[in-house]
């Protein structure tokens, strides 16, 4: 089939080279969001879809928005079978929807009606599922309610951060989305219609659903770290400053042993007993108090530094235990 591959950031590179080195499929043009500025100078930088593309010398196609009436002529004139979409980023409206023979067909990152929208990946975490996936559907004017082609299923690790599960989702998921082509290409594969039952919705995390909340349980605030790293980013207030936060773990008997100015035996800190908050600070550990049980705090990043160990970070400021976060 001719393809006009539709995909913006890394998670999408895996597919896009999948399907160039197809021995039957065409991707003949690419559909990628405009150049956005990136890094400490703001340069416009290219998309990782982009840049691939151009590697492979095939036609890269950035408008504004996918109703812009020169992206409409382009696409009628590519005369394509089928338009495949990773992580686009952007909403598909007629006349592009039905042009392509065979349609749209999107790779998902969850296990479809679950987490329908644009973070599937760190809601999953957020809410603690132990399972996740990916999806090939066909796109429809609803949000990812179209029918389903397959499904893959990953387990999610205790410590998996939205990036390492998102990458792990990327590389099966590229395979799955060849099977679905080569299903559709030969008409042995009919869509599904999703179940109208276990549907649960994945918006966009923006920067304030990152900031953390101390008097939460430990195991909420792990979780929203996790679901949160690399992006939009954990962070927390700290002398009137920002503190980008990295995964944190369950403080065991050694740690807070460690941690202590006058470390108590091990397993006498019981829970609760360090306020929300509260930092708990040793020669090779920093705890910080939650409405449960401590946590262990691992990468840290002060505004304008490098992330560092949470133990240099306040080796360097000379912090003493029963400073605040948040």
């Not at 980023?89 to 998902?108: F, I, T």
């Not at 599922?129 to 004017?141: E, K, R």
């Not at 397959?150 to 998102?166: K, M």
């Not at 994945?202 to 659903?209: F, G, I, Q, S």
Request: proline content about 11%; glycine content about 10%; overall charge negative.
């Amino acid at each position: 089939m001719r393809l006009l591959f539709a995909g913006t950031p890394e998670v999408a590179v895996p597919s896009l080279r999948a399907l160039l080195e197809h021995p039957v499929h065409e991707v003949v043009a690419v559909l990628t969001r405009p150049q956005a500025p990136s890094g400490r100078g703001r340069r416009l930088t290219p998309s990782p879809v982009a840049e691939l593309a151009r590697q492979a010398e095939i036609e890269v196609l950035s408008p504004g928005r996918p109703a812009d009436d020169d992206f409409v002529r382009r696409l009628a004139e590519l005369d394509v079978d089928c338009a495949p979409v990773v992580a686009y980023g952007a909403l598909l409206r007629e006349p592009v929807l039905s042009m392509p023979k065979h349609g749209w067909v999107n790779l998902h990152f969850s296990l479809l009606p679950t987490w329908r929208g644009a973070a599937p990946v760190q809601h999953a975490l957020l809410h603690g599922d132990d399972t996740t996936g990916a999806s090939t559907f066909l796109i429809g004017p609803g949000l990812d309610d179209g029918p389903v082609f397959g499904v893959l299923t990953e387990r999610v690790r205790p410590t998996d951060t939205s990036g390492e599960l998102l990458a792990r989702l990327a590389e099966a998921g590229a395979p799955l989305l060849v099977a679905t082509l080569d299903g559709i290409a030969d008409g042995s594969l009919r869509p599904q219609p999703q179940p109208s039952d276990g549907v649960s919705h994945a918006p966009k995390l923006t920067v304030a659903d990152a900031r953390i909340d101390f008097g939460q349980p430990a195991l909420a605030v792990e979780r929203r770290i996790r679901a949160c790293t690399p992006d939009p980013g954990a962070w927390t207030s700290f002398r009137d400053g920002r503190l980008k936060l990295g995964p944190a773990s369950p403080a065991s008997a050694d740690a807070l042993s460690a941690s202590a100015d006058a470390p108590p035996a091990a397993g006498e800190l019981p829970a609760g007993e360090l306020p929300a908050g509260e930092l708990l600070v040793g020669k090779s550990a920093v705890l910080v108090g939650t409405a449960t049980t401590p946590l262990r705090l691992g990468l840290v990043q002060p505004a304008g530094k490098n992330p560092m160990p949470a133990a240099d970070w306040a080796r360097g400021l000379r912090l003493a235990s029963g400073e605040r976060l948040g």
